[in-house]
C-alpha cells in the first residue's frame, strides 16, 4: 500500500513539475513533495508500520523516488531560468538605428590642423619651431631683408603700419632675421603664423592670412640641399607620387630665388582644366638661398656660411587640401563649416 | 608682358613650337602665365575690294555693294557708313565662320540678295580695347592693295601665339622684345639679331628749333631730344597697327604708334610734343611749383607740387615727367613738327608723382621699375629711322642730349668655386662663362677667378651672387641634382609654451569645444559694445595709420568682441549651439603712441550659447586647468565687470593673480549682439596658464585601505557660497579628506525664506592605515563645529 502512495506521489510530483510556470511555484512544489513536512516525508513516518523485510524495500524506493523528484526539480530550475533569461532578452530589444547625441569631440580649425601637420612634419626632419611677433619693425621686415627702400610693398597701399617704423608683419620671413640674430648657425628652424597686407576681403584675399617659413644656416648649405628638403617635404604632406618644379624667381632676401609649382593636385601632372593643361600647381612656395646681404645684416660671415630658406602660404595649402573656394570661410567660424573638418 | 612670338623672331630665330618656347622660358627664369592663340578660328574670309557702291532703294540704311574678290565678283548688302569705292575690305564668303561660332549665309535684304558680309575688326575677334578708335563704328578698311581673294588671316596675321609673361621686378629690362629675345637667345644658346639703327635723310638743324635744354639733375639722369618735321599725321602702316594690337596697344596715330612700338621693342618710354605749339624755345625740366596746374592728355586738369618734376617750356609745364603729357601740347591731327623727348627720370620721383597724382601710366610703371639711361639714346634714333621708313615725317639733323652721371659697365669678379659650392652642382669654369656669355656678359679669366662685365642694361647684376644666380637658372635649377643636407644630426623642437598650448587644445577638444580663429585686429566700437568702462586698461589699444577701415582698425587688447561676434553670427545663421574657443594674441603697447613693439600676450577665450549654463564653462576650465597641472587657484565673485552678468561671474585668482574671468554675459552686451540668448564666456590669460602648468605626472600607490564616507547636511543663509563651506572641511582635513562632494542644494519646502540646505558626501582616507570611526568622528565634529560657527550652520538629520 505504502508503494502504491509512494508511487503515486511520484506521479503527482512529476506531473506537477512538469506543467510549472515560475520559480515561486517550483519552491512550493519542493517544499510540498520533499520538503521537512513534505508529502514523502509524511509517508516515511508511518513506515513504523512496516515489517522489518518491508522496511529497507520501501525506504530505498523512497529515497528513489525522492532523488528523481529532486532531479526533476533542479532539470526544472533549469529551464525555467532559461526560459525567463530568453523572455528577458527577448523584451531588452531596443531599435539599434536610433542615434544618441549626448557625447562630442570638438573640431579643430582646418587652418591650425593645416599649420599643426606641418610643423610636426618639419619637426621630424629636424627643424626646431619658434614663433615670432605679428606687430614687427621696418627694420626686421624689410630692410634686414634686403628690401629695396623703393619697393611698393612698402606703400601704405601694400601694408599695414602702426607707426613710421612699425608694422603688421606682411610675411614670416622676419623670424628668420630675429633667428638668425639670436642663434649661432648650425639654424634650423620653421616658423608659421598670422600674416597681413593692405588687401580687401574676397573670394580669395583677406587682410590676414598665414605663412610657415623655413630657414637652415650652416657650411655648405646648397641649392641642392634647399631642393632636396622641399621634395622630401612635398612628398610627405601630398603624397610620394608628387613632383616639385623649381622655376627661378626673384625675391629681394634670397638669391638664387625660386617659386615652386607642384604636380597639380587634380590631375597629378597629367594636365586638366585646372591646371590649364600644365599639369602643374602653381607657386606653392618661394624658396632660394639666403642673400649674403641678409646674412651680414644679422652678422652671419657669409663667406663662411650659406643657408636656404623657404615660405608658402598656409591659407591656400588648407583650403587646396579640403577643397575650400572661399578664403571668408577660415575666418567666419560659422559652426558648420568647422564641423566639417 | 605680351610677347607676340612672329616679333620676337625678328631678333632671334624660332623655330620651336611655342609651348617648347613656353616651357624652357619659364625654366630658365622668365614665367609664362599663359599661351594664347592669334587662330581665332576665321574661315573663309578674305580680301575683296568695293568696285561698286550704292544705296539700297527700299532701305535708307542700308547700302548695295559689288565686292571683286579675285575670282568673282558678288553682292553684299551693308550697313557700314564708313566705306566708299575703290576700298579694300574683309569679305566674309557665304559658308565663312567668324570667331564665336558666327556661321555667314546668303541673305535677302528688302528684295536684295546679299553673298556674304563685310567685317569689322570687331567681328574678326578683336578686342574693343585695342582696337583703334578711328576702326570702331564700321568696317575694316585695309591701308592698301592686297591680292584679291587672299584669305584676311594672311594679311592680318591671325596665326602663331602670344605668350603672357610674369616679369619679376629685378628684370625690367625683360619689359620688352628686344629684353625677351636676350633671354630667348640665351635659353637656347642662339645668335641675337638687332636691327641696324641708322637715320639716312637729316635736313636741317634741331638748333634751329630747339635753342637749349635745362635739366634738374637730381630727378632727371638725362634727357634727349630729337626733332621731326613735315609730318603728315594719319593712320600707321597695318603692319605696325597689327604689331601693336598684338601687344596690346591701340593704334593711335603714326607718330605716337612709332613711338609706342619702339617703347614695346626696346622698354623706353618716349613722349612726343607739338613743337609749334611751345612757347618759346627752351625746355626745362625741372620741380614743379606748388599749386601749379596742368591738363594731361586726358583731359582732366591736375595740380601739381614742388616733389613732382615736370617737363616746362619759357611759360609753363608741358608734361608731367615720366607720367603723361599735357594736352596743350599734344600731338593732333594739324601737328606737322614734334620735339621727341626720350629721357631718363629718377624712379622714384616717378613712383611718388604717379602714386600722388594717383595717375598709373605705362611710361610711369617702366620709370619706377628702373630704365637704363643709355637707353635714351638708341631709343629715339629708332623713333627717327622708323619715322623715315613709313614716310611719316622727316628728321632734323642733330639732337640734344643732357647726361651728366653717365652709367658705365661695371665688373664683378666671379670665384667657380663659389658658385659649385652654393648651388650645389659640379659645372666648369668654362661652362659658367658660356653661361654668362649667352647672356651678353663679356668674361675674362683672371687666374683662379673671372671678371665679369655687366651690360649696363642690366640693373640687377650688382654682386657676384647674382652671376651665380644667373649660371644656375640657364644650367637649369631642375638639372641641379637633389642632395639631403649633411652634418650633425639634431631633433627638432618645440617651446615649453607651444607643448601646454597643443596640450590645451587637446583637452578642450576633447570636451567637445570647436576651434576657431580670428582677426587681430577689431573695431574700436567693440569696447562700447562689450560696455568697457572709459577709463579702462582694455583701451589702451594701439591704431593702424592706415586701416581697411574701421572694423579693423585697431589691435585687440582683448578676445571677446571676436568671440561674440562669431558667436552672434551663428546665433543669427540659426546654429542652436556653440561651443567654441580661440587661443590668440592680444597686444599691450607699452606707452601710446608705441615707441617699440608692444607686448603680445596669448589669451585662450572660451564662448558658448545653447543648453548650458555657467557650471558648464566652470567644468571646462577646471577640466583644462587639472589636466594642465593647475592648482591652487579660487573662484571669487566678480561684480563689477561690465562685461558680465554681476551675479553669475567669477574671476580666477592664483597665487594672489587674476588670472581670467569666467562667467555669464551681460544681457545689455548680448543684445548689443544682436542675440536673445544666454551666453557664457571665459577669457583667461594663457601666458600665466603656461607659467603656472605643470605637465609632469608623479605616480601616487593606489589605496590600499577602506575610506569612509561621512554625509553632512546643514542650513546656511542663501549667500553662504558652497566653496567657503568646503574650504572649511579641508581646513580641518589632518589629511585624511579624499574627497568633497556636493550632492544636494535645496531651498523652500521646510528651509525657512533666505536660507538653504546644502549637503556633502565627505570621505576619509588614510594611505598607512585603516581608519577608525573614533578619528574621523573627531574631524568630522571639528567642520561641524567650524560651520556653525563660521556660517551659523544648523545641522540637518
Known amino acids: 500500500m505504502m508503494k502504491d502512495k509512494l508511487k503515486k506521489i511520484k506521479e503527482e510530483a512529476i506531473s506537477n513539475i512538469n506543467s510549472l510556470d515560475s520559480l515561486d511555484n517550483l519552491e512550493r512544489i519542493r517544499v510540498k513533495y520533499v520538503g521537512k513536512k513534505g508529502e514523502l516525508t509524511s509517508v516515511l513516518r508511518g513506515m513504523g508500520k512496516l515489517s522489518k523485510e518491508e522496511r529497507p524495500i520501501v525506504g530505498q524506493l523512497a529515497n528513489d523516488i525522492r532523488q528523481e523528484i529532486e532531479e526533476e526539480l533542479s532539470i526544472a530550475k533549469d529551464k525555467l531560468k532559461e526560459k525567463i533569461k530568453e523572455e528577458k532578452i527577448e523584451k531588452e530589444k531596443i531599435d539599434i538605428t536610433i542615434t544618441k547625441k549626448t557625447r562630442k569631440l570638438g573640431h579643430r580649425h582646418p587652418l591650425l590642423a593645416t599649420i599643426e601637420e606641418l610643423e610636426n612634419l618639419f619637426i621630424s626632419m629636424g627643424f626646431s619651431v619658434i614663433d615670432g611677433p605679428e606687430i614687427e619693425t621696418v627694420e626686421y621686415n624689410f630692410d634686414a631683408l634686403n628690401s629695396p627702400e623703393n619697393h611698393p610693398s612698402r606703400d601704405l597701399s601694400d601694408t599695414f603700419y602702426i607707426t613710421e617704423d612699425i608694422l603688421l608683419r606682411t610675411h614670416t620671413s622676419p623670424v628668420q632675421i630675429r633667428a638668425m640674430k639670436q642663434m649661432k648657425p648650425p639654424i634650423k628652424i620653421v616658423s608659421a603664423g598670422r600674416t597681413f597686407r593692405f588687401d580687401d576681403v574676397d573670394d580669395t584675399h583677406s587682410p590676414m592670412f598665414h605663412q610657415l617659413e623655413g630657414l637652415v644656416i650652416d657650411e655648405n648649405v646648397t641649392m641642392a640641399n634647399l631642393m632636396h628638403t622641399i621634395d622630401v617635404f612635398i612628398k610627405e604632406l601630398f603624397g610620394k607620387d608628387m613632383e616639385t618644379r623649381f622655376r627661378p624667381h626673384h625675391f629681394p632676401f634670397t638669391e638664387p630665388s625660386a617659386e615652386v609649382d607642384v604636380s597639380c593636385f587634380e590631375c597629378k601632372g597629367k594636365g586638366c582644366p585646372i591646371c590649364n593643361g600644365t599639369g602643374w600647381s602653381m607657386e606653392l612656395l618661394g624658396c632660394g638661398m639666403v642673400h649674403p646681404k641678409v646674412l651680414e645684416n644679422c652678422g652671419i660671415d657669409s663667406e663662411k656660411y650659406s643657408g636656404f630658406a623657404f615660405g608658402m602660404g598656409i591659407d591656400r595649402i588648407t583650403m587646396v587640401k579640403h577643397g575650400i573656394d572661399n578664403i571668408r570661410l577660415l575666418f567666419e567660424n560659422d559652426n558648420r563649416f568647422l564641423e566639417q573638418f | ?797
Not at chain 2, 597697327?241 to 604708334?257: H, K, W, Y
Not at chain 2, 649667352?438 to 687666374?447: A, D, Q, Y
Not at chain 2, 569666467?662 to 557664457?680: A, F, L, P, R, S
Not at chain 2, 608623479?698 to 546643514?714: E, F, M, Q, S
Open chain 2, 1 to 797: 608682358m605680351l610677347l607676340p612670338v612672329k616679333w620676337l623672331g625678328e631678333y632671334v630665330n624660332i623655330d620651336e613650337d611655342s609651348k617648347v618656347l613656353a616651357d624652357n622660358l619659364t625654366l630658365s627664369g622668365s614665367h609664362v602665365e599663359s599661351i594664347i592663340s592669334l587662330d581665332k578660328g576665321i574661315e573663309n574670309v578674305v580680301v575683296g575690294k568695293i568696285i561698286k557702291l550704292e544705296k539700297h532703294k527700299d532701305a535708307d540704311k542700308l547700302f548695295i555693294t559689288m565686292v571683286d574678290i579675285g575670282e568673282e565678283t558678288i553682292q553684299i548688302v551693308t550697313g557700314a557708313t564708313n566705306l566708299k569705292e575703290g576700298d579694300y575690305v574683309p569679305v566674309a564668303l557665304v559658308g565663312a565662320k567668324l570667331p564665336n561660332d558666327i556661321y555667314i549665309e546668303k541673305t535677302n535684304f528688302r528684295g536684295v540678295d546679299s553673298y556674304g558680309m563685310l567685317c569689322s575688326l570687331k567681328e574678326l575677334g578683336y578686342e574693343d580695347n585695342i582696337i583703334p578708335k578711328y576702326q570702331r563704328d564700321g568696317i575694316f578698311v585695309f591701308d592698301k592693295e592686297y591680292p584679291l581673294g587672299t584669305t584676311v588671316d594672311k594679311v592680318l596675321g591671325l596665326y602663331g601665339e602670344i605668350i603672357e609673361f610674369e616679369i619679376t621686378p629685378n628684370r625690367p629690362d625683360c619689359l620688352s622684345i628686344v629684353g625677351m629675345a636676350r633671354e630667348t637667345a640665351a635659353t637656347f644658346n642662339k645668335k641675337l639679331k638687332f636691327p641696324e639703327i641708322k637715320v639716312t635723310n637729316e635736313v636741317e638743324d634741331i638748333k634751329d628749333y630747339v635753342e637749349s635744354i635745362e635739366m634738374d639733375k637730381e630727378l632727371c639722369n638725362r634727357y634727349y631730344t630729337r626733332v621731326i618735321k613735315d609730318i603728315n599725321i594719319k593712320e600707321s602702316p597695318l603692319w605696325l597697327q597689327i604689331r601693336l594690337m598684338e601687344a596690346g596697344v591701340r593704334p593711335i596715330s603714326n607718330i605716337v604708334d612709332i613711338t609706342n612700338y619702339v617703347m614695346l621693342e626696346f622698354g623706353q618710354p618716349l613722349h612726343a610734343f607739338d613743337l609749334d605749339k611751345l612757347k618759346g624755345r627752351k625746355i626745362i625740366v625741372r620741380r614743379a611749383k606748388d599749386e601749379e596746374k596742368i591738363k594731361t592728355i586726358d583731359d582732366i586738369e591736375r595740380k601739381l607740387s614742388s616733389s613732382n618734376l615736370v617737363i616746362g617750356d619759357e611759360e609753363g609745364p608741358i608734361a608731367i615727367a615720366g607720367v603723361m603729357g599735357g594736352m596743350d601740347t599734344e600731338v593732333t591731327e594739324e601737328t606737322t613738327t614734334v620735339l621727341l623727348e626720350s629721357a631718363n627720370f629718377n624712379s622714384k620721383s616717378v613712383r611718388l608723382t604717379a602714386k600722388g597724382l594717383n595717375l598709373r601710366t605705362e611710361a610711369s610703371s617702366r620709370f619706377e621699375k628702373g630704365i637704363d639711361p643709355n637707353l635714351c639714346e638708341i631709343a629715339a634714333e629708332r623713333v627717327c629711322q622708323l619715322v623715315e621708313e613709313t614716310g611719316a615725317g622727316k628728321v632734323v639733323k642733330g639732337k640734344i642730349d643732357v647726361y651728366e652721371n653717365i652709367r658705365e659697365e661695371e665688373t664683378i669678379k666671379l670665384r667657380p668655386e663659389k658658385v659649385n659650392n652654393l648651388l650645389g652642382t659640379d659645372l666648369t669654369t668654362d661652362e659658367m662663362i658660356d653661361y654668362l656669355e649667352r647672356l651678353e656678359l663679356k668674361t675674362s679669366l683672371e687666374g683662379d677667378s673671372v671678371d665679369v662685365t655687366i651690360p649696363t642694361y642690366r640693373l640687377d647684376l650688382s654682386m657676384e651672387v647674382d652671376l651665380i644666380e644667373e649660371i644656375g637658372r640657364l644650367y637649369g635649377f631642375h638639372n641641379i641634382p637633389i642632395k639631403p643636407l649633411v652634418g650633425v644630426l639634431t631633433r627638432g623642437e618645440k617651446s615649453y609654451q607651444r607643448i601646454v598650448e597643443d596640450r590645451a587644445r587637446t583637452v578642450l577638444q576633447g570636451m567637445g569645444i570647436n576651434e576657431v580663429m580670428t582677426y587681430s585686429f577689431i573695431s574700436p566700437k567693440a569696447y562700447d559694445k562689450i560696455k568697457v568702462e572709459v577709463n579702462s586698461q582694455l583701451r589702451d589699444y594701439i591704431k593702424l595709420i592706415n586701416p581697411l577701415g574701421e572694423d579693423y582698425s585697431v589691435m585687440r587688447t582683448t578676445l571677446m568682441p571676436n568671440m561674440l561676434d562669431l558667436l552672434s553670427r551663428n546665433y543669427n545663421h540659426g546654429v542652436t549651439e556653440c561651443f567654441t574657443y580661440e587661443i590668440g594674441n592680444i597686444f599691450i603697447p607699452k606707452e601710446l603712441p608705441i615707441k617699440e613693439l608692444p607686448m603680445e600676450k596669448k589669451m585662450l577665450s572660451i564662448g558658448m550659447y545653447g543648453d548650458l549654463d555657467f557650471y558648464d564653462i566652470k567644468e571646462v576650465v577646471q577640466i583644462l586647468f587639472e589636466r594642465l597641472g593647475i592648482k591652487g587657484y579660487e573662484y571669487v565673485p566678480e561684480k563689477n565687470n561690465p562685461t558680465y552678468h554681476p551675479n553669475r561671474t567669477a574671476n580666477i585668482n592664483h597665487k594672489g593673480k587674476n588670472i581670467g574671468t569666467i562667467g555669464e554675459i551681460h544681457v545689455d552686451v548680448v543684445e548689443n549682439y544682436d542675440m536673445e540668448t544666454k551666453v557664457y564666456m571665459a577669457h583667461l590669460d594663457f601666458d600665466e596658464i603656461t607659467r603656472e602648468s605643470n605637465l609632469e605626472r608623479k605616480y601616487k600607490p593606489l589605496p590600499k585601505y577602506p575610506g569612509i564616507t561621512r554625509d553632512i547636511a546643514i542650513v546656511v543663509d542663501r549667500d553662504v557660497l558652497v566653496g567657503d563651506l568646503e574650504k572649511i572641511m579641508w581646513k580641518h582635513s589632518e589629511g585624511l579628506i579624499e574627497k568633497v562632494e556636493l550632492f544636494d542644494i535645496y531651498t523652500g519646502g521646510q528651509i525657512l525664506e533666505g536660507k538653504k540646505s546644502v549637503a556633502f558626501s565627505i570621505t576619509y582616507r588614510s594611505y598607512e592605515r585603516t581608519l577608525k570611526d573614533e578619528e574621523v568622528n573627531i574631524i568630522h565634529q571639528k567642520i561641524v563645529e567650524d560651520l556653525e560657527k563660521k556660517f551659523n550652520a544648523k545641522l540637518r538629520d
